[in-house]
């Protein structure tokens, strides 16, 4: 009862956090559209998509792998912390001091260039925070890490606000991302090692262990990224500054959006590994489904939501100067559904240790993508890309889905998806009859129909969505 308890604490302080760590991002994000405008916003979307690039090359994997590797039974925690923060300083300073140098054979303009020198400091320190997410994860103790996150969130926020009145430039706003991310870089050490006692080391057993386990994790994640940020870069490449910016504008929406599903997998795939290592079948089934049902209440409306009010939602958080990237959001709005089922199955794959299997999978569709970016985006711009997302991202969840099917043969019940889809239905008809009112009215106004509706449909109640949110039992104290 006191494990359950704490589960249902340690989610709900989940919740609250995310949803403040999301409006604290809407507002930073709604604060530069409109002081750098369109253009500016284009070149500062330039730089860090680009950085983004190498940051999962530093990462490798590695993220994961350490959720993966300490969640497993007689884990030595303190060898794998020290051996894998070792690595991950290395990785980090290998390959961040690539980007400004690979930078300077684009065609981008010296501030983009600029901003990419310094944001490559922002992401050593964000990708070494991030490693240490595992150990509170282990311990459902997921609170210190979002308090790391808000200190972070609050601090650019903060920055942003008085950008205008100190005058500050794209660089100038980069060099907050580095100050935002080395405090939360600083309060994960702290928060860590007040856990764990352990210490940077070099063991090459231990390393050749961590890469084998990590690179196709590293690899699947660096296909994945290569065409989900490769739009940008090629945007940026055969567009203007301005059409980047609209699209970073909405893609920038669909990264604050499908942060949720990530947070979500971050507490249940300690619960998958320790299921599906200990050969209990069908609690991982069991684990499967709950998070099946709960990520499809919150995806299903995002599709039909994004449709209805793509262009007065982005009006409203980046100004009308950014209209079109309403008009590109009603693309990504579905994508942005279909990355939260993504990131389920995605997670399984790991979970299931099938990594070598899916990275194949990864490859192929980032092939397939990349050709459609160079074939169509100098002629369409960012419609293709927008298209070419919606794609890509559908392709990899089928793909996810038929690894985890054929190695578990879990297959998700659609009963609550189905209800979920008749909800949004609703939702979205009483978004098409209401009469003309802000956005800022009908946002609201509209999640509630969804949850009056889906209610009415027989889903769970608002308050009982959180034990669709929790495992019926502890994990990690099972023999």
């Known amino acids: 009862m006191r494990e359950t308890r704490k589960l249902a ?9 995310k949803t403040i760590a999301t409006i604290m991002g809407v507002l930073t994000v709604a604060i530069l559209g409109r002081y750098l405008g369109v253009e500016g916003y284009g070149q500062f979307t330039i730089a860090l998509s680009f950085l983004s690039i190498f940051a999962v090359i530093v990462d490798f994997g590695l993220t994961l792998t350490t959720t993966q590797m300490i969640s497993e039974h007689e884990a030595d925690e303190p060898k794998l912390l020290g051996n894998l923060l070792t690595l991950r300083i290395i990785s980090a300073i ?29 992401y050593l320190f964000g990708t070494t925070a991030q490693m240490f ?4 994860q282990k311990r459902m103790l997921m609170s210190r890490v ?47 090692r007040a856990l764990v006692a352990f210490k940077p080391k ?41 059409e980047t910016g609209l699209y970073g504008a909405a893609y920038k929406v669909v990264d604050v959006v499908t942060a949720i599903p990530v947070m979500y997998m971050g507490i249940a795939l300690p619960l998958l590994v320790g299921a599906w290592s200990a050969s209990r079948t069908n609690r991982f089934k ?34 009308r100067d950014f209209s079109q990237s309403g008009q590109v959001l009603m693309i990504l709005g579905p994508a942005a559904a279909i990355v939260f089922w993504n990131s389920l199955f995605g997670h399984a794959v790991v979970a299931l240790n099938k990594q070598k299997i899916m990275t194949w999978g990864y490859l192929a569709v980032a092939i397939f993508t990349i050709a459609g970016y160079i074939l169509f985006i100098p002629s369409y711009g960012m419609w293709a890309a927008a ?45 098409m009859i209401m009469p003309d009112v802000s956005t800022a009215i009908m946002l609201p106004l509209s999640m509630l129909v969804y949850a009056v509706a889906l209610t009415a449909l027989g889903g769970p109640k608002p308050m009982e969505i959180l034990n669709l949110f929790l495992p019926e039992k502890p994990p990690i104290s099972q023999p």
């Open 133 to 136: 997410v595992g150990v509170f």
């Open 146 to 192: 979002v308090l790391a996150e808000l200190a972070n969130r609050g601090l650019v926020l903060l920055g942003v606000i008085f950008a205008p009145f100190f005058h500050l430039n794209i660089v100038d706003v980069v060099w907050l991302l580095v100050v935002g991310n080395g405090i939360q870089l600083l309060i994960m050490l702290a928060q860590t």
């Open 387 to 431: 298209w070419l997302t919606l794609f890509s991202e559908t392709l990899i969840g089928l793909l996810t889905f038929l690894v985890v099917w054929r190695v578990s043969h879990y297959s998700p019940s659609l009963k609550m998806l189905s209800k979920a889809i008749l909800a949004s239905i609703i939702m979205f008809m009483a978004i």
């Open 94 to 122: 290998l390959f961040l001091s690539l980007a400004p140098i690979v930078a300077v054979f684009f065609p981008y303009d010296e501030i983009i260039r600029l901003s990419i020198a310094v944001g490559a400091f922002s």
């Open 9 to 17: 604490q340690n989610a709900a302080i989940q919740i609250i956090g």
């Open 286 to 319: 069991d684990y499967m489904q709950k998070s099946f049902d709960f990520l499809s209440i919150i995806a299903t409306p995002i599709i039909f939501g994004s449709i209805a009010i793509g262009v007065p939602l982005m009006e409203l958080i980046m100004g």
């Open 202 to 242: 070099l063991n090459l057993a231990i390393w050749k262990t961590i890469i084998v386990r990590s690179w196709p994790i590293g690899a699947s994640i660096f296909f994945n990224l290569i065409y989900m940020r490769g739009d940008v870069i090629f945007l940026s490449v055969f567009r203007s500054n301005t």
